[in-house]
């Protein structure tokens, strides 16, 4: 039986909703992910696990602070130098990455390689994401997602490790 969502956690899931990410979207990232080193993995099982991910306090918290910071930026409502860095997802600014990595390190060593290999290709939701003609600004939110996928990855890894 799962538990009665409390506050931060249903906010978490409606900003990510209310930013253009669906449990789907990060479920085909697992997927992308995990798919070569588990034949018989079906979508459900990546949604679950990212379910699973996102249900936990640490999560919910990056969630909240990055999208907030992302929305922030988009407002132009940001001190410069920050703005200028935040809005133009500068290469060198790496607290957002930081702030993923409290996501990944959540299950372990292995969500480092998937989020740095996801990071590099893009793929999916990220590539959206990532795209600076929309006007949107999401700095913060496109490592969170990487994260999240990489967690949830690194989830069904070592629950496979478990079963096997």
Not at 12 to 31: F, M, N, P
Not at 73 to 101: M, R, T
Not at 102 to 123: E, H, L, M
Request: hydrophobic share 40%.
């Amino acid at each position: 039986m799962k538990k009665k969502m409390d506050q931060v956690e249903s906010k978490a899931r409606k900003w990510l909703e209310e930013r253009g990410v669906s449990l789907q979207d990060i479920a085909d990232l697992v997927y992308y992910l995990q798919k070569k080193y588990h034949p018989n993995l079906t979508i459900e099982e990546c949604v679950e696990n990212v379910d699973r991910v996102i249900a936990k306090r640490e999560v919910q918290n990056a969630i909240l602070t990055g999208i907030q910071l992302d929305i922030l930026a988009e407002q132009n409502k940001l001190d410069e130098p920050l703005q200028s860095i935040l809005h133009s997802d500068e290469g060198l600014y790496g607290v957002d990455e930081i702030l993923a990595f409290s996501i990944v390190n959540i299950y372990g060593s292995i969500g480092f390689t998937n989020y740095g290999f996801i990071d590099k290709q893009k793929p999916g939701i990220l590539k959206n994401l990532n795209d600076k003609s929309t006007g949107k600004c999401h700095t913060f939110l496109d490592d969170i997602v990487g994260a999240i996928a990489a967690a949830a990855s690194s989830r069904l890894a070592h629950r496979a490790a478990n079963v096997e």
